[in-house]
């Protein structure tokens, strides 16, 4: 089992987002790009949906604080 369905990829001069799903269609992860660049919000999920990490890029290094969560064991 594929852990994804695909990737969308709008860049244009370096400037966009790629996103990741899974096969069940959610969004596995988000980077957006900037001058060819990671720069802004990066987002990753659990299958699930719920969130795996999130942070900040500036200039293509991770910049601020970043969280990470752990899935709950049920």
Do not use: C, H
């Amino acid at each position: 089992m594929a852990l994804w369905q695909g990737k969308k990829k709008v860049i244009v001069d370096g400037n966009g987002v790629i996103e990741e799903r899974f096969e069940n269609g959610k969004l596995m992860n988000s980077t957006r790009y900037q001058g060819g660049l990671k720069n802004g919000i990066y987002e990753a999920y659990y299958s699930s949906g719920n969130v795996r990490e999130k942070g900040q890029y500036l200039n293509g290094k991770k910049d601020a604080s970043w969280e990470e969560r752990f899935p709950s064991k049920e």
